[in-house]
């Protein structure tokens, strides 16, 4: 008989339910996919479509809560309007055990809901955003366009005028789009960058293999530290365009953040920031080895394949952020390509630079108010680049990620070292606690569905007959405060400070149990009634 029963409540349940599931589903897809419509207008209508679908199973599993507060009020209201339950426990029945089904449901649901965070909407989400920024010529065209700013590489170009796509008619994986009129600005590390204007420009677009774009902008004027010039043309180097989403840890699954959570140096931005930090190392002791024997009166040979370079000058000043050297009268011969050529010059400088093309490191050497018999005056010749010394490489290569971020020796006295390294720790940290705070997150709010789908089915019982209704309204006045107090505690959680941190994580648990606590006692205060 018990089972009868159990099956009739869930069949009651799972047409409520099912018909509130299925509404609300839809309503978050459309306007999800509304809202991509707008936010992404190089999308064709078979993306979008694909965009749609893709979202429907994301969006049920964040109504599922929602659509199973609805069935719970609705079945149990109606149970009590009918005067079922009286009937129940007239004929002998522990009316409590009538909310077994209602418990059955709730695990359900937090067992969904938990995979859902976790796995689901994760992948989903990020195939949904691959199709999104797939075809990106057309949403940089459309940027271009909107904004009249764009950027690639490490150039921010501002166009008066952009032109249509074309495809090459010889390579269907080649796409241009030419600016007219075009506002520049070079920047780097550093606090000056390169600015000027170009007659034209064209973004070449190669989408073969992993889509990069490139640049090259014809007839500059150009400013670059206190320094004025022409130019023809000039090329920016392909930069590479992932086909993924942003890299946030909200849309990561759980076996990754697990994977995160042991090794933070996996993280891309993390990895980034290592990176950066293993080339400002690289560049110090690059300028060191420099200065050092420059100081002692002694030549210092560079090197890249072939091609080699030998410098001879005093050391004019060190800068004291970087660690670039200035140089007092110098001197350099280059060899390379079959000839040797001599240079002699008043001031010059060296500079340890990142390749943009293949992000390596490289020594640019440039001299200043060159001599008369080093061929016609020029006010400034740049020498071949240089690779990295071979001493400086071997003990770079020899010192792990580990040991770069926490040395077991003091670090130079370079400021781009140490804010390096505090910018590391602080992602690590910061990073650890994000984590951590997700995790607790997802697991808590899977957890609080138990409660409170019991909470509905009891309202559903107090508020009976046409008050049904009220009760799912009154139902879901806990399940928002429950979500708002999971946002804060995870907002809270995700301060890598150990008080705020741990303050969070209680937030979040504590509010389940304070929930929990509340469905155990409506639930024999209201049926006893």
Same mark, same amino acid.
């Given at each position: 008989?018990?089972?009868?029963?159990?099956?009739?409540?869930?069949?009651?349940?799972?047409?409520? %339910?099912?018909?509130?599931?299925?509404?609300l589903?839809?309503?978050?897809?459309?306007?999800?996919?509304?809202?991509?419509?707008?936010?992404?207008?190089?999308?064709?209508?078979?993306e979008?479509?694909?965009? %749609?679908?893709?979202?429907?199973?994301?969006?049920?599993?964040?109504?599922?809560?929602?659509?199973?507060?609805f069935?719970?009020?609705?079945?149990?209201?109606?149970?009590?309007?009918?005067?079922?339950?009286?009937?129940?426990?007239?004929?002998?029945?522990?009316?409590?055990?009538?909310?077994?089904?209602?418990?059955?449901i709730?695990?359900?649901?937090?067992?969904l809901?938990?995979?859902?965070?976790?796995?689901?909407?994760?992948?989903?989400?990020?195939?949904?955003?691959?199709?999104?920024?797939?075809?990106?010529?057309?949403?940089?065209?459309?940027?271009?366009?909107?904004?009249?700013?764009?950027?690639?590489?490490?150039?921010?170009?501002?166009?008066?005028?952009?032109?249509?796509?074309?495809?090459?008619?010889?390579?269907?994986?080649?796409?241009?789009?030419?600016?007219?009129?075009v506002?520049?600005?070079?920047?780097?590390?550093?606090?000056?960058?390169? %600015?000027?204007?170009?007659?034209?420009?064209?973004?070449?677009?190669?989408?073969?293999?992993?889509?990069?774009?490139?640049?090259?902008?014809?007839?500059?004027?150009?400013?670059?530290?206190?320094?004025?010039?022409?130019?023809?043309?000039?090329?920016?180097?392909?930069?590479?365009?992932?086909?993924?989403?942003?890299?946030?840890?909200?849309?990561?699954?759980?076996?990754?953040?697990?994977?995160?959570?042991?090794?933070?140096?996996?993280?891309?931005?993390?990895?980034?920031?290592?990176?950066?930090?293993?080339?400002?190392?690289?560049?110090?002791?690059t300028?060191?080895?420099?200065?050092?024997?420059?100081?002692?009166g002694?030549?210092?040979?560079?090197?890249?394949?072939?091609?080699?370079?030998?410098?001879?000058?005093?050391?004019?000043g060190?800068?004291?952020?970087?660690?670039?050297?200035?140089?007092?009268?110098?001197?350099?011969?280059?060899?390379?390509?079959?000839?040797?050529?001599?240079?002699?010059?008043?001031?010059?400088?060296?500079?340890?630079?990142?390749?943009?093309?293949?992000?390596?490191?490289?020594?640019?050497?440039?001299?200043?108010?060159?001599?008369?018999?080093?061929?016609?005056?020029?006010?400034?010749?740049?020498?071949?680049?240089?690779?990295?010394?071979?001493?400086?490489?071997?003990?770079?290569?020899?010192?792990?990620?580990?040991?770069?971020?926490?040395?077991?020796?003091?670090?130079?006295?370079?400021?781009?070292?140490?804010?390096?390294?505090?910018?590391?720790?602080?992602?690590?940290?910061?990073?650890?606690?994000?984590?951590?705070?997700?995790?607790?997150?997802?697991?808590?709010?899977?957890?609080?569905?138990?409660?409170?789908?019991?909470?509905?089915?009891?309202l559903?019982?107090?508020?009976?007959?046409?008050?049904?209704?009220?009760?799912?309204?009154?139902?879901?006045?806990?399940?928002?405060?429950? %979500?708002?107090?999971l946002?804060?505690?995870?907002?809270?959680?995700?301060?890598?400070?150990?008080?705020?941190?741990?303050?969070?994580?209680?937030?979040?648990?504590?509010i389940?149990?304070?929930?929990?606590?509340?469905?155990?006692?409506?639930?024999?205060?209201?049926?006893?009634?």
């Amino acid at each position: 008989m018990i089972l009868t029963l159990y099956r009739y409540i869930l069949r009651d349940f799972s047409r409520a %339910f099912g018909l509130c599931w299925v509404a609300l589903t839809l309503i978050v897809t459309l306007t999800n996919g509304v809202i991509q419509y707008f936010r992404v207008d190089g999308l064709n209508a078979l993306e979008l479509a694909q965009v %749609f679908l893709l979202f429907v199973p994301v969006a049920a599993t964040v109504v599922v809560p929602v659509a199973a507060l609805f069935g719970a009020a609705i079945t149990y209201g109606r149970m009590s309007a009918d005067n079922e339950i009286t009937a129940c426990r007239a004929a002998g029945l522990d009316v409590h055990r009538l909310l077994r089904p209602a418990l059955l449901i709730a695990i359900g649901v937090a067992a969904l809901n938990y995979y859902g965070f976790n796995h689901l909407i994760p992948r989903f989400y990020r195939a949904g955003e691959a199709i999104t920024q797939r075809d990106f010529p057309k949403l940089v065209a459309s940027t271009l366009r909107n904004h009249r700013a764009g950027v690639v590489g490490d150039m921010a170009l501002h166009p008066e005028r952009v032109g249509e796509l074309r495809v090459d008619p010889n390579n269907p994986h080649l796409q241009y789009l030419e600016l007219e009129r075009v506002v520049f600005l070079k920047r780097d590390d550093r606090d000056y960058g390169a %600015f000027g204007t170009a007659e034209r420009a064209v973004i070449t677009f190669d989408m073969t293999g992993q889509p990069s774009a490139s640049a090259t902008l014809y007839k500059l004027r150009w400013y670059d530290n206190k320094e004025y010039g022409e130019q023809d043309s000039f090329s920016l180097p392909p930069q590479t365009r992932e086909i993924r989403p942003k890299d946030k840890l909200t849309y990561v699954d759980l076996t990754s953040l697990r994977a995160f959570q042991r090794d933070p140096m996996l993280i891309g931005e993390v990895a980034a920031a290592v990176r950066k930090l293993r080339n400002a190392m690289t560049a110090t002791l690059t300028y060191e080895a420099v200065a050092d024997a420059l100081q002692k009166g002694q030549p210092f040979r560079f090197t890249r394949g072939d091609d080699a370079a030998v410098l001879r000058a005093s050391v004019s000043g060190r800068d004291s952020s970087h660690g670039d050297i200035g140089l007092a009268g110098p001197k350099a011969e280059v060899a390379g390509g079959g000839q040797v050529t001599q240079y002699d010059a008043a001031t010059g400088e060296v500079l340890v630079e990142q390749a943009k093309d293949t992000n390596t490191l490289f020594v640019r050497i440039t001299l200043r108010d060159l001599s008369a018999d080093a061929g016609p005056r020029r006010p400034r010749q740049e020498l071949p680049p240089m690779d990295i010394p071979a001493a400086v490489q071997g003990q770079m290569t020899a010192l792990s990620d580990e040991e770069l971020v926490y040395p077991k020796g003091p670090l130079p006295d370079n400021s781009s070292v140490l804010q390096a390294r505090a910018l590391v720790e602080k992602l690590l940290d910061r990073k650890v606690a994000q984590i951590d705070s997700l995790i607790h997150f997802r697991s808590a709010w899977a957890v609080s569905a138990l409660p409170l789908i019991l909470l509905a089915a009891m309202l559903g019982i107090r508020f009976r007959g046409g008050q049904v209704l009220t009760a799912f309204g009154v139902s879901c006045i806990p399940a928002f405060i429950v %979500f708002l107090v999971l946002l804060l505690g995870r907002n809270q959680a995700s301060n890598p400070q150990g008080s705020l941190h741990s303050h969070g994580l209680a937030m979040m648990w504590g509010i389940d149990a304070l929930v929990s606590l509340l469905a155990v006692v409506a639930a024999y205060r209201t049926v006893d009634r």
